[in-house]
């Protein structure tokens, strides 16, 4: 069975472009959460989707980040324009049920670098 | 505000010794309790977590947890350390209730576990 796998691994883009991530969550899985980790920071939660529909996106920065799940099926996060303090590793998770004991699977993160 | 504390930047520990990565959390309330591992250029995996019951859990690649209730504390340790355990530990905590707004974990910063031959 497949993990999770994010795209791309790597990016390097100029403050005010435009960037975005994808996600594929394991297949089945019906929440879907993004992660940022700054350089020398904590993992910071960005938000949760169960299905296409957004649960919980009180960790999103700003209006300069949109996040998408639709058909419940992969997700997109758009950072548009970027700044500096977007640079870092994004990670996205998935995982079944309705119970806050269940683990997370990750993907791999999609380091993000803007300059 | 609710924070986990990782104290330890980097713990470097002779193969074959005893390891313990520390973790303390304040967080409202009872949460559950998750260890997260990330060997280089992967991601975060799953070590084992604490929900209820005994306070000592036992996860994967023969690490355990013990959880301290008055210490709030739930410091992840290993018998016996090999090389290839060396890797980026996470502490994390999540909120026991299952509110549709509140699945999300908190995390530590992350130890450095180095194991030496």
């Given amino acids: 069975e497949a993990g999770v796998t994010q795209f791309p691994s790597h990016s390097v883009i100029e403050k005010g472009q435009t960037v975005t991530l994808r996600c594929d969550p394991i297949s089945g899985h019906d929440n879907l959460y993004w992660y940022r980790r700054v350089m020398g920071k904590e993992i910071k939660f960005l938000l949760h989707f169960v299905k296409e529909s957004k649960q919980d996106e009180s960790g999103m920065p700003n209006n300069r980040f949109l996040a998408e799940r639709t058909g419940g099926t992969y997700s ?7 700044e500096l303090e977007d640079s870092g590793v994004y990670f996205c998770a998935s995982s079944q049920g309705r119970l806050n004991t269940g683990e997370l699977f990750f993907g791999e993160g999609s380091r993000l670098t803007v300059l | 505000a ?16 005893p390891l313990t990565v520390k973790c303390t959390y304040s967080v409202s309330g009872n949460p559950y309790l998750f260890w997260y591992v990330q060997y280089p250029n992967r991601g975060l995996q799953f070590l084992l977590k604490y929900i209820t019951g005994d306070n000592l859990v036992k996860g994967s690649y023969g690490f355990e947890a013990e959880f301290n209730k008055s210490q709030t504390s739930f ?6 350390a090999l090389v290839s355990d060396s890797a980026l530990y996470f502490c994390a905590v ?12 908190i995390w530590g910063l992350g130890t450095s576990l180095a194991v030496n031959p």
């Fill in chain 1, 76 to 82: 997109t996060l758009k950072v548009q324009p970027a």
């Fill in chain 2, 2 to 17: 609710q924070s986990v504390a990782q104290p330890e930047d980097q713990v470097n520990v002779a193969e074959g010794n």
């Fill in chain 2, 75 to 80: 410091h992840l340790k290993k018998p016996s």
């Fill in chain 2, 94 to 105: 999540r909120d026991r209730v299952n509110a549709g707004n509140n699945r999300k974990l």
